[in-house]
Every structure is written in structure tokens, then in C-alpha cells.
């Protein structure tokens, strides 16, 4: 079974400019989130999507971020413009979702990005 | 809303040794999950362990095992006979059973099996 794909696994911009990160989540997965871990916390939870549709969005930053999953499978993040705080580890990650047997959600391997 | 706290930013120990890491947290939940997960340099997190709140009996796999003390809202890792390969963050995590089953971390205990 292929695991959580995330590309790029690394990206350097500079403020202003704007990035997009995208995810392909494990064939079947309802649930897709997207984490924002900074150097040296723990993941903080952007956004979460149930198929297509936004369940969790609390924590994003709208005047900057967005994200979509347009069909329900894969998903891309953008950040415009970007900050300096923005520099961080974006993790997706996704589960089978709320109806389905509880089980873990599995991560992919994380875009760094760094904001110079 | 859930909090987790790792109150040990750091650890070390001797290879074959046992540690144990402390994690306590807050919910108002009645049901949900906790987790254990390691994250090595390559930042892929990768589940250790999971203890589903309702279950008395604490979670083993193989070297790792739980103390899960509903009461106080505690839930420490125990790695036995460390390896070389167990030097990573560890992250407590709190997951909800309800709605949105998101995951709350806590701030990360870095572990490293001394040779």
C-alpha cells in the first residue's frame, strides 16, 4: 500500500512570495489534514477535510493560507504572501475516515519550507 | 479544548536500557484516543503506540508499553531494551473520538540511545 505523498519535500522563498505544497493521500482515505509543525513543536492542525468539504479550518490562517481538495482525493496548500514565520514543516497526513474504524492517521514526510 | 504537555524536552540513555517518557493531558472528553509517535530525521511520523481511553488494559507492542492513568490524565511511553534505531522526537498526541478526530500534540521529548 503506498503511503501519504507530499511534494516538495523541501522549498526557500522569500517573504512576499507566495508557495503551494501538495499531497496525495492513501488510496480510500476520507480524512486528509494538513499540519504546520514549527522548529522544535509538536504538529499543529491547519485544516482537516472530510472528501471534499472542510470539517476543521480553525486554526488556518485565511488571510494567507488556503487550501482545497477539489475531488476529494488529493490536496494542494498555498501560501500568499509568506512570512517569515511561516517557516516551518507542513505535514499531510490522512485516516479513513469518521465512519470507518477508528484507527491512526498515517503522515507523510513533510515539505520544509523556509521564508528568507 | 485539548491540551497536551511533555514536560521532558530531552532524554538520554544507554543502549539495552529502559525509559520512560511522561506525557499528561486535558480533555473534557469521556471517550477518545491517545497516541505515541516517533519522528525521525527523515520527519515522517510513525505511529509507536495507541491506547483507546475506554480500555483499562494498558497498550503493548513488542519493546513499547503504556502507563495509562485515566484518573490523573497521565499517559507515559516505556521503551524496553533501547535501541540504537529508537533515537527520535517522541510526541504525545490526544485524538478525539468525536467529530472532527483531530489530533492534538504535545511539544515533543527528543530521545537518544547512547552506543
Known amino acids: 500500500e503506498a503511503g501519504v505523498a507530499q511534494s516538495p519535500r523541501y522549498k526557500i522563498i522569500e517573504k512576499r512570495q507566495s508557495v503551494a505544497f501538495w499531497c496525495n493521500p492513501i488510496?480510500?482515505?476520507?480524512?486528509l489534514y494538513w499540519y504546520q509543525q514549527i522548529l522544535g513543536q509538536g504538529p499543529k492542525l491547519l485544516i482537516q477535510f472530510q472528501n471534499n468539504g472542510v470539517v476543521d479550518d480553525s486554526q488556518l490562517p485565511k488571510d494567507r493560507f488556503s487550501a482545497e481538495r477539489l475531488k476529494g482525493v488529493d490536496s494542494t496548500l498555498k501560501i500568499q504572501p509568506a512570512k517569515l514565520e511561516d517557516s516551518a514543516v507542513y505535514l499531510c497526513a490522512s485516516s479513513p475516515g469518521a465512519n470507518r474504524r477508528k484507527t491512526e492517521a498515517f503522515f507523510g514526510q513533510g515539505t520544509r519550507l523556509t521564508v528568507v | 479544548a485539548q491540551t497536551v504537555t511533555q514536560s521532558q524536552p530531552e532524554m538520554s540513555v544507554q543502549e539495552a536500557e529502559t525509559v520512560t517518557l511522561s506525557c499528561t493531558y486535558d480533555t473534557s472528553e469521556s471517550n477518545y484516543y491517545l497516541f505515541w509517535y516517533k519522528q525521525p530525521p527523515s520527519r515522517q511520523m510513525i505511529l509507536v503506540i495507541r491506547?483507546?481511553?475506554?480500555?483499562?488494559q494498558n497498550a503493548t507492542e513488542n519493546r513499547f508499553s503504556v502507563n495509562f492513568q485515566k484518573a490523573a490524565k497521565s499517559f507515559s511511553l516505556k521503551i524496553s531494551d533501547s535501541q540504537l534505531g529508537d533515537t527520535a522526537m517522541y510526541f504525545c498526541?490526544?485524538?478525539?473520538?468525536?467529530?472532527?478526530?483531530?489530533?492534538?500534540f504535545g511539544t515533543g521529548t527528543r530521545l537518544t540511545i547512547i552506543p
Open positions: 488510496s480510500g482515505h476520507a480524512t
Open positions: 498526541a490526544h485524538g478525539s473520538n468525536f467529530g472532527n478526530e483531530k489530533l492534538t
Open positions: 491506547q483507546e481511553a475506554y480500555k483499562q
